[in-house]
Structures are given as C-alpha cells and as structure tokens.
C-alpha cells in the first residue's frame, strides 16, 4: 500500500475540456450573456454569473428506447396495500410512481453553469473595437519587447545554442585536421597485432611514432572549444503603443428623466468597461454638463446627481480646452461619446454646430452621438429633436459622427455594438 | 461543569485514532488494521492499494472524466464538469467519498477534508470491497486489462493530442463526437471467435472436400432448380459472412470496414470503443459491486469496533453515513428515484449470510445449496465472483427479503387505461417478481438490441440496421435520428434503421439518414 498526496498537483485539470466547451456552445452562450446583462445594475455588469443555454448545440445523443410506450414491468419496493389485480391510476406525466425513464439527463432542455468574471467579459465585448486607431505614437516608455536577434559569442548559460556551438566545434575539428576516435583505435589495434606477430618492427616503431603525434594532437585540438561557444542573442525593442483618449460628454440637465439618465450612464457603463478592458493605453475623461459643463471622476460621473438647464455648447467648449491642454493631436487618437435627450437652448444651437464643424470633429477619430428617450413615447417623440437635427445637418459623408437613438434597456447592447462593431474591410472599402 | 472537575481523559493504547483528524501516519496504522482483518478474517484477494489525497476540486475534475486520473480531452467532458460544478456550488449535491480506479495497483481518491472515521470506511469500502470484486468478478476478469488501462488512456490521450495538432482541434471533435453517440453501441457483448489458423483452416477445408465427395451423387445436377433466386441468396449469404454480419458492435464495424475513414479517425474509433468496453462490465454489476463493498466496510468497521480499535463516537459516525448510504424510500415517497443499488446489494449480501449460517425452512427450500453450508464468506466470494447483477438477482433474491421490501410489479400497458399490479410479495409471485427484477439489471435489455444486417459494398453502399424491438418500446425519436446522422457521416453513405417487431416479422418504424459532410 502506498499513500501519494495530490492536493499539490495543478489543478484546473478540466479547463481545457471547458474551453472546448464553451467554445462549442459559444453563438448561445453569447447570447445568453447579453441576454444576462440587460438585467443587472451598473455596478455588477462585468460580474460572471450563472448562464442558462439551450442544450441544442451540445446534446449529446445515443440510441436508447422511447420513455413512453409499449409494455413496462417496474419493480418498486414497500407494498403496503396492493395485491395482485389491483389498478392504479396513471400518475401525471413527468413525475409520480414508477418513472426511472430518463437516467442520464435525459430529455433536458436546458443547461445551466456558472461562467467566471474574465469568460463572462471576453463573450461580453467579442468582437468590438475603437475603430481607425490609427495614429500610432512610439511612446518612451512603452513596453519593451525581447525579440530574437541573431546569436552571440556571451551570454547566460541558458541562452546558449547548442546546435551553433556543435556546428561550429564540428567546423573547426575538421579544419584543424583533429583526429578521430576511430583513427586512434584503428591505430591501437594495427600495433597490438604488430606486436604479437613481431614480424614487421619498422613498421611498429612507425606506427608508435604515428600514434604519439595523433594523441599529441588530440589534445592541443579540444573536442569543444570556448571559440565555438554560441549563445542566442535577444534585443529589447520598444513596441509602438497607439495611444487614444475617450471624451464622454454626458447631459445631465432637469429634461433628463430618471430613465434617459440610467440609459446613458447603462451605455458609458458598457463604453467604460469595453475601454478598460481592451486597450491598456486609453484615458477616459468625463464631462458632464447641464447649462456649464466640468471634467468629473468616473465616481462622481456615475452615482452623483446634478440638474439645471442645457447648453451642449459648454461641454464641447470643455472637450475642446482640455483637448488644447492636455492631449495633442498628433499624438492622440481622440474620440467622443455623447448621451443626451437631444433638448438644447434654442440660441446655442449655432454655437453647437460651429463648435463640432470648427474645433472638435476635425480632430476626432469618431464621434457618437446616443440619443436616450422615454419609453413610453408616443408618435409625437418620432419628430427629430433640436439636437439631432442640428447634427444631421453637421453631419457629412466624411464626417466622422455616428448617431442613434435608444428608448429601452435592451436596445443599449445592440446599439452599443453597432457602434463599435469591428469593420470589416470590405465594409470600410 | 467546570474544566477543572473534568476527569482526565484516558486514551485507550488501542484505539488507532482519536478525534476526527488524520494524517499519513493515522492512514498507514488504520490501513494496516483493515488489512489485517481484510486479508486474515474475510479472506479478500486484492490488487496493490494505491490511496491518494485529493481536494473537493481534484475530486471534481476527476467526476467529469469518468472518474480516470486521466483522459483525453472533449467538450462533453467540459459539459459535465460545468454542471457538477454549478450543482456542487449551489448545494445541490455533495461529492462522492471516494472514486475507485479499476486498475493494477488500484488507485483509491480519498478527499482530504473527510474525517479519519470517514477515511477508514473509504479504504474498507474501495479499497478492499470494490478492489476484490474488480480482481475476482469474472466480468471484469474477461472484459478489463487492470494492469493496462492507464497507460492505454495515456497513449489515447496523447494520440488525440496528437491528431489534434496535425488535423485541427474541430476536425477531431467531429470524430470523437460522432463516436461518443455511439459509444453505447461499441462493445463486444460475448467473447469473439478467435480466427481459427491456416492449419486448421486447410484441414477443414479438406474435411469439407472430403464429405462433398462422400454424398456426391451425380443424379443432383439433372434435378431442375430455381437458378437465380438461389444464387442472389448465396451471394447475399456470402456477402454478410465477409463482413462478418450481423454485427451488433457498430463502431467495430465502422473502423474495421467504414470505407471512407482514414486511419487515425479509426483509431479514435478504436480508443472510444476500448473505452466503453473497459466501462461496460461496470454497468453489468453496479448492484452487486456496491452490495460487495457495503458489506465488506460494514463488516470491517463492526470488527474495528469490535476489537476496540475505534471509539463508539467513531462508530456511531460511521453508522450515520452507512444508513445514509444503504437508505431505500419506498415507491410513494418523495425521495424516490429507483432501487438503491447500495441498499438492495447489501440487503442481499446480508440476506446470504442468514440463510448460510441460519437457515429457515423456506430457504432451504428455495436455496438448497448454500441454505446451512456454514460458511457465508466463501459462499459470498463464490458469487463475487460468478455473477453479475441479472444472474445474481435470479439466483439469489430470497422470498423473505422481498418480504422485507415489499417488492411488487407495476405493468405498465400502452393499451391499458390503468396500471397495473400484476405480482406481488406473494407465494404466487415471488418467482414472477424476481424474474422482472433480474429482468431490470439485464444491460441487453436495458440497451436497445441493434444490429448492422446488410450492407452492398459493391452497390449503393447502404447501410441497413435493424432494431429488435422488446415489448414494444420503440426509440427515442430526436436522439435516433441525431445519433443516425453521426453514424450516416461515419459510415459516409445512406443509412436505413428499421424497427423490427421479430416475432411477426413486421417493420415498425423506420430511420433514414444521409451523410452531411463525410470524413477523410
């Protein structure tokens, strides 16, 4: 007998059957993710939690026989008042008396389990992207990377490379004319028979003579050399870094319901996590404005509240200062993303629109434009807003602007992704 | 009471174990113990125990590969491990005690956070219960190679691994999925005829010559026949002994003749199938290995008990989770979901004890052989040994323990409005209950009984299946025809499953399907 403790081995045994089955399942469950999130509070909308597929993609079939028809004899123990003869009533179907059908899961329909944080999030934001991030900027720091440079006659010794040291070893042993093993022992043997045979003593004195240089020379040629010791050469290059700046320019004012503000913040909440999780080097900056705008934390962004009235104008005004302060052009990709109910100063509308022709749209990447609405709107919501159509008119075939409206929790992840959907290049052609 | 009036505690010198911690030392001392009366009382002929100490997550990960330490890897198992795991999470279910490997040595998990009192009932249980009948049950002797197992599924792992690497992860999968749906279908149930050799194959063939010219009479050949129906029908004839039709193992078939696989895709072929066979006796004997190793650790820890090598808290403790284990609700209760095989195994192991050692009349009756032959171990290692869940119940199900359950038979007609009790724990039904139980435990039966009959390689290539239908019950309809679409992709031609009632010949329902996209 023989005791062995495993605790210590890897776990995680099962992953890369897991992986494999998710992948399987992936189309259903992606689907049941965002399915998932429509549901949840800003705060937990990157959590993992359980999923429920249908069991479709992964059923796992075999030939067996039918759970209904024909003619079943069950033994069931603890009798207390039958006897022979007796009629039972058919107990409802699925449950009741004598149903052992069904062993291994059988006729399921659906499959919960359990999805982790980071599976949960790389479903969740598949396939999106800041589209043209273009400008790339060879930051000082960025990370170095080590990459295969050729080989070198130092370094460590797990660097070294075997096979260019043999190669070399071997080059020079054969340039320097280095005896061989088998030379040597061929050597050995003629002068052993010599020896016993007596015959031809010329011949042995010169044999011994041959022998004395070959061994002579075996040792002032060595087999390997520190002439012939390679070692892999890694050179650190800087990889270029493209860096981008998300501006979200959130209206707050009193004309924004409680509804429009949770679709908005819903959105930037998607917007935030989508950044965060996919580009190390992207800064977010939040403006929020009602009749003044300021830049605000991402706590105060999300959870505070403010009201007042509405001038869009101030929050360009602010994207565009802090555009001049702190990000250059040159060096940023910039983007924006703004939320609002599309209600507006009637005097500021000019002032909007010059603004976004003038200082800011020639400078983006990208600009969405999100519009929230009540949800319960009548037909006369379906009349262009003040805002909307002032973009409409800014917006041209070359200008970079995207607009949409939502009205309801579920429309936020499709237009989310609509709008940051990874272009394909035939699309972009 | 206060701590200072407390008595000093006095440790009996030889109780193995106080408390409910272990360590390796406290395993080693109760291992040997369990040995001690294993091999010398109980006369238990076992492999090499190898125990291992595993976590609740080890002992996870192990649940979804069929419990083998390793195996190669599949999505399905993924499958099963992500719902084990939500039904674990939530409380559902709690984890085996233990999982035993059927292999030389055998390797016996026992989970790290289970009590010294529980950890003594696993090594008795698996280690010595299940690993004596997996050395002497003759099912496992004829089916399974203990010393070979993990190193074949070493070799399938890397070989998947392997083939993955050079044709694609998808690629594989589709193979490996379409074999799983058949795996219930890739055993050999009897052993095969061995292929006779060439020398006995002349001899005969000369004994075949030598009777052909003993009845030669050449007033045949003048004698008018139906010419071509009888060639058509010998042709046929040979055709099916070609391919050594019927053949009921279909993934056998389809690695040795599906025209269209290339050779690695035979090979998983190959490893799925060795797979379900070194399960199959597993399924053959659920109830009785159960039975075997319930009794063999309720008999150990009583003994243990009995010689003061554990206290009563521990045996108490065992007793709660042994009656857990060997509880049976009845029909009509909630917790109902088919006989324990726990409980009618031990209940029957026991019941064998009685009547060797103590025997009523009505045992010596309907027992004549072991009824009184005094000594209930041997007897017990005989049916170990001989029997498998079927033959065992058929044998040996006593009529005072059907008593004792209260076992009826529920039929259950189609045709009928009702249900109804056709026997019961009776002097007239005794025999009729235990026949259907026996009846239960018949894997054949349990499994529908399908065959590959016919198959024209030189023609359309159509491979036709016959299913025998038993009393009626046809197939799971969506499975069927899933599970015909992987079998029609293998096979890479059209397939025909008919529903056959044998008895009068008539054709009950019936299967097509057409390869998709074919392999190789």
Redesign the interface.
Known sequence: MQVIDRRLNPGGKSLANRQRFIRRARAQVKRAVREATSGRSIKDIDKGGEVTIPSDGVREPTLRRSSEGGTRDYVLPGNKEYIEGDSIQRPPRGGGAGNEGAEDGGGEDEFRFALSDEEFLDLFLEDLELPDLAKRQLKGEGIPQWRRAGYSTSGSPSNMSLSRTMRNSLSRRIALKRPKVGEIAALLEEIAALEESGADPERLAAAREELARQQKRTKLIPFIDPLDVRYRRLESTPKPVAQAVMFCLMDVSGSMSEHMKDLAKRFYALLYLFLKRRYKHVEVVFIRHTHEAEEVDEQTFFYSRETGGTVVSTALEEMARILEARFKPADWNIYAAQASDGDNAPSDNAKTAALLTSAILPLCQYYAYLEVGADDDGPASERPTTLWRTYAIVNGPESPIAMRKVRHRRDIFPVFRELFQKKDQMAEA | MSLKTAPPKIIDPKLLYTGGDWN?ET??KV?AAI?EIGRGELNLDIY????????A??M??AY??GGMPLFY???????H???D??MY?KGYTGLAYEIVINSD?CVV?IM?ENTITMQTLVIAHA?FGHNHFFKNNYCFKQWTDASGILDYLDFAKAYIAQCEDRYG?TAV?RVIDSA??????GVHRFPRKRMPDLRSEQKRAEERRAHGERIFNDLWRTVPTKKARTRDKAEEERRRALLGLPEENILYFLEKTAPRLQGWQREILRIVRNVAQYFYPQRMTKMMNEGCATFVHHRIMTRLHEQGKIDDGAFLEFLHSHTGVVF??????RR????NPYALGFAMMQDIERIVLSPTDEDREWMPDIAGAGDPYNVLKDCWANYRDESFVSQYLSPRLIRS??????????EE??????????E??YRE?RR??S??YDVAR???D?QIVDVDLTGDRRLILHHR????????????D??LQ?LADLWGYDVLLLEMDEAEDVVMNEHTAKPRATFG
């Open positions: 390796f395993i080693n291992y040995e090499r125990n190898q125990i291992e100490v595993i976590t997550e080890q996870l990960d979804s590969s890897k599949h999505w399905s198992f993924g499958k491990f992500a719902r795991e939500a999470r040595p998990y790290e280690g992860q999968e799983h749906a058949l795996q219930s279908h049976q609700p009845t029909f009509d209760d109902y979901s088919g006989i359950l209260g076992l009826f038979n529920l039929r259950d007609d189609e409005a009702e249900l109804n009790v056709t026997h019961i724990h009776n007239r039904g209950v259907a139980l009846r239960h349990r499994d529908p399908i239908v038993l009393d009626g019950v046809l197939l799971e309809e969506a499975d069927t899933h599970v992987h």
